[in-house]
């Protein structure tokens, strides 16, 4: 077991030295593939290469033989589809020109690296004030070697602010004029771009007039151009039908390097359908949730384009799933509803009974505070005052030791007399008035007028002389003031003792 298990370990070590072995014959490979566009460059930046070093695209049979079958197609009438959609040769046909417009974008951008190397020996800081590659290189063409910028027309080209600002800059440059040979490189390579575009341009309205035959539906939701890169890179309209929604959202999303650069503008996870321009025209926080729908409506889109009896209807299904997609999008970008103010509801809880009768009064009085205690609380303003003890500091007595202590009142009690009493009262003479104990009189008097009834709360009833205080004080008034009074000499009283 032993010697089997080492013999497995060698045999998996020497086929790793052999994958490694056909990784660098591939690397070499590559190399040497490489070895031509570099030597090409090498020319360009020297200055003895032309355009058409750098850029073959025009030049390639691919690409004449992309637009030559464009033209033999269109001059056909276009006829029903029998069996799939991916043996059909003019599908074929407009995958193959899909790709081409990848391909027409990247020379796009060489043959703009090609014209601001040469040209900026003229004009350097035009590639600073024009970064866009076909706008610097129409300007390019407009302007080559003239030194006056202001005789030159170039509204078609940029707009009045950019015009302006390049017009000054020109009046400035340290730039020198173009010679011949090298105003005759950027020449052609501003005729290789004008080229490009218009090819492109025929692709796409090719491509345009032809999906809706195919894929109508599909059309109608994504777009045309959209429409032809999906079923390109899945393999047909059979492919792209089979395939989940949540796969082709992703379809065309390129991995990016971010090697120092923040993560947070980077946008994982969009393809091609993120960049349609029904997608792009909603908000960018939104742009998301109206991917994943249209990604939605793709895939039913696809299925029902497959069968090509749908076909007959137009896009008839494909109206339907945009309007779709434009209603629940309407719905998600409605601001929330504003927040009601609404009033409190009423309170449920019943009103708390209240106690109330003799008892109660009699019970409130017991817990209620005493005088003293209410003296002890009272402080007197501006005096010094000591406390009740060493260990409570602070705490004084009040003014329950002042002197001026509040005894309580006694409440006198509301007693009633019944008229069988006051007839009584009255026929024996002695009652005059009858005092309550709040001070007033009552109406019943008496013709003797000399006594009146009162109600203590120690005595009860008592008969009491309402003069006697006066008469006293009258007693006392004539003792020493009196007519009759004399004069008293305390000498003989003194003699008299003796």
Known sequence: THTHTAMSLHDQLLADLDELDDLDEGDELEEVEEAEPQQALSLVQQGDGTVYDVAKLTSSEEFKAVLEKMVEFSAK??????????????????????????????????????????????????????????????????????????????????????????????STTQGKPLGDEDLERVRQACAMMDELIEAKQKILEYVESRMFFLAPNLTHICGASCAAQLMGIAGGLTGLSKMPACNILVLGAAKKSLAGFSSAASLPHTGFIFYTPLVQSYPP????????????????????????????????????????????????????????????????DAPRKKRGGKRFRKQKERMSSSEAMKSANRMTFGEMQDDLDQSAMGVTAGQLHSGK???????????????????????????????????????????????????????GLEIMNPNA????????????????????KSTLKRKAVD
Request: aromatic share 6%; proline share 7%; net charge positive.
């Open 285 to 348: 926080d939104f742009r998301r949730k109206a991917a994943r729908l249209v990604a939605a409506k793709v895939a039913l889109a696809a299925r029902f384009d497959s069968y090509h009896g749908t076909n007959e209807a137009g896009a008839a299904e494909g109206i339907k799933f945009r309007e779709d997609i434009e209603k629940k999008m309407e719905k998600a970008l409605e601001p929330p509803p504003a927040k009601m103010s609404k009033a409190l509801p009423a309170p449920d």
């Open 77 to 170: 009438e276009r006829e029903p589809v029998i069996g799939p959609v991916e043996e059909d040769p003019e599908a074929k046909l407009i995958v193959e020109a899909n790709r081409m417009t990848v391909e027409i974008d990247n020379e796009v951008s060489v043959i703009h690296k090609f014209v601001r190397d040469h040209y900026a020996k003229r004009f350097p800081e035009l590639e600073q004030l024009v970064p866009m590659p076909m706008d610097y290189v129409r300007t390019v063409r407009v302007m080559m070697n003239e030194m006056d910028v202001t005789k030159l027309d170039l509204t078609e080209v940029l707009p009045p602010a950019t015009i302006m600002v390049v017009s000054v800059t020109a």
């Open 469 to 488: 205080a006066e008469q006293t004080a009258q007693k006392s008034d004539n003792k020493y003031f009196g007519a009759s009074s004399g004069f008293s």
């Open 405 to 459: 202590f509040r005894a309580p009142q006694a409440k006198a009690k509301h007693v009633a007399i019944s008229k069988r009493m006051q007839r009584r009262l009255q026929a024996s003479g002695s009652m005059s008035t009858i005092r309550t104990p709040t001070g007033s009189r009552s109406s019943a008097t008496s013709a003797a007028g000399t006594a009146s009834v009162a109600f203590t709360p120690m005595q």
